[in-house]
């Protein structure tokens, strides 16, 4: 069975500052999808950025980006010029290619700093 | 457009009671999915179905809980019997691309169940 870890329960970081978010999945697959979903105090799960397993280009949504390393099974989220509006649990996902499910990590805590 | 609705979005039952958590998918979405999220934890998938079949039930609990999604209106998540150990927010998502491509999953704003 697959497994996503996030190693680092809370993170901190100023204004306009970039973070970077740590993920490791476990997988025998060669094909899949990973995500990263934002989680606000609202608890509303919002979508933030994925990544197709197949494509060696990172991907990228204005001020998120993703560190893909397909071989070391990591996966992290860098946040560039963070906002106090980025402050949220967030979350690493995994879904099989022919999959209908995602498989959670634990999550990050976010909290940005003025 | 509206986005997945869940109603109610608190609900807090006594022990031994039946809680029952509506979710409307997205428009035009036929898949639906439902996860849940114990405190300090990640989400946990539950079931997966299609309009008035159970597809994935593969992290449901085998007693108290079951879900459908008729035909005609929301998906509903039924736990009898309640516990405390019942207390979580529960997600649900929809999507509306079947098993042969990724599908996107878009989420509800869950439902917290209390159970006293």
């Known amino acids: 069975a697959q497994t996503v870890t996030q190693s680092q329960p809370e993170m901190s970081v100023q204004e306009a500052e970039t973070v970077t978010l740590s993920c490791t999945y476990d997988?025998?697959?060669?094909?899949?999808?990973l995500f990263w979903y934002k989680q606000p105090p609202s608890r509303q799960m919002i979508l933030v950025i994925r990544?197709?397993?197949?494509?060696?280009q990172n991907a990228t949504e204005n001020r998120f980006s993703v560190n893909f390393q397909k071989a070391a099974k990591s996966f992290s989220l860098k946040i560039s010029d963070s906002q106090l509006g980025d402050t949220a649990m967030y979350f690493c996902?995994?879904?099989?290619?022919?999959?209908?499910?995602?498989?959670f990590g634990a999550g990050t805590i976010l909290r940005v700093k003025s | 457009n509206a986005g997945v609705m869940q109603n109610p979005r608190h609900l807090v039952r006594r022990r031994g009671q039946e809680a029952r958590l509506r979710c409307s998918p997205m428009?035009?979405?036929?898949?639906v999915y439902w996860y849940r999220q114990l405190p300090e934890e990640g989400l946990k998938f539950m079931v997966y179905?299609?309009?008035?079949?159970?597809?994935?039930e593969s992290g449901m609990p085998k007693e108290r809980f079951s879900a459908e999604f008729p035909k005609e209106g929301p998906s509903i998540l039924r736990i009898q019997q309640v516990v405390r150990g019942d207390s979580a927010a529960y997600f649900c998502?929809?999507?509306?691309?079947?098993?042969?491509?990724?599908?996107?999953?878009?989420f509800g704003p869950g439902t917290r169940l209390t159970v006293t």
């Open positions: 998502a929809s999507s509306d691309l079947g098993q042969k491509v990724v599908h996107e999953q878009y």
């Open positions: 997988t025998s697959e060669s094909n899949y999808y």
């Open positions: 990544q197709e397993a197949y494509k060696q």
């Open positions: 996902a995994f879904m099989e290619e022919y999959g209908n499910k995602l498989v």
């Open positions: 428009k035009g979405h036929s898949h």
């Open positions: 179905l299609q309009k008035e079949n159970i597809i994935d």
